[in-house]
């Protein structure tokens, strides 16, 4: 497939940083050992795929910068995903005057908290990458909790709450 107007989708540049002491101490056969291991990882992530102006497309954010996906027509009539620094080309352009009306912003107290207990404020981890090599372990137990409000009860019945996805 030919794409136009990009030529990555996602860039995430980490750095760790590992350190640790360990001190023996004993006499003839009696020893004992204390240690302390520590390691700290700084993740960047300055390129990456999401929906900006909610036309069902993604964009592309690079470096601070929105690339807007729009599709156009080849002459053998072929969609072409075509990615330019102006939402105008989508089908949902921003338009942005400079100021922010306040005025329309009137955040109802009642609905704001209805809103943030049907869908808590909390981030998924969408991409883990280990420090080092090893093997982890990941237990517990998964529950499906029944949606407040109106929901699709069809699919509800047949979801079990989990999806997983690994790699090696």
């Given amino acids: 497939m030919r794409i136009v107007?990009?030529?990555g989708f996602s860039k995430i540049t980490s750095s760790t940083h590992n350190g640790g002491a360990k001190a023996t101490v004993g006499y003839q056969l009696f020893t004992a050992e204390v240690?302390?291991?520590f390691s700290s990882t700084k993740t960047k992530t300055t390129e990456y795929l999401s929906d900006i102006n909610g036309d069902g497309l993604v964009d592309l954010v690079f470096n601070k910068k929105v690339y807007f996906n729009h599709i156009e027509f080849d002459k053998q009539g072929k969609a072409i995903p075509v990615f330019t620094l102006s939402s105008a080309d989508t089908p949902s352009p921003i338009i942005y005057s400079g100021k922010i009306d306040a005025s329309v912003i009137k955040i109802?107290?009642?609905?704001?908290?209805e809103l943030?207990?049907?869908?808590p404020m909390e981030d998924m981890v969408r991409v883990w990458q280990a420090p080092k090599d090893g093997i982890i372990s990941i237990s517990g137990t998964v529950s499906l909790i029944t949606p407040i409000g109106?929901?699709?009860t069809d699919e509800y019945a047949h979801a079990d709450?989990?999806?997983?996805?690994?790699?090696?």
Avoid: F, L, N, T
């Avoid at 943030?116 to 869908?119: M, W």
């Avoid at 709450?161 to 090696?168: D, I, N, Y």
């Fill in 116 to 119: 943030i207990k049907s869908s």
């Fill in 35 to 37: 240690g302390v291991d």
């Fill in 108 to 113: 109802d107290p009642a609905e704001q908290e």
């Fill in 150 to 152: 109106e929901y699709d």
């Fill in 5 to 7: 107007g990009v030529s």
């Fill in 161 to 168: 709450g989990v999806r997983s996805h690994s790699e090696r």
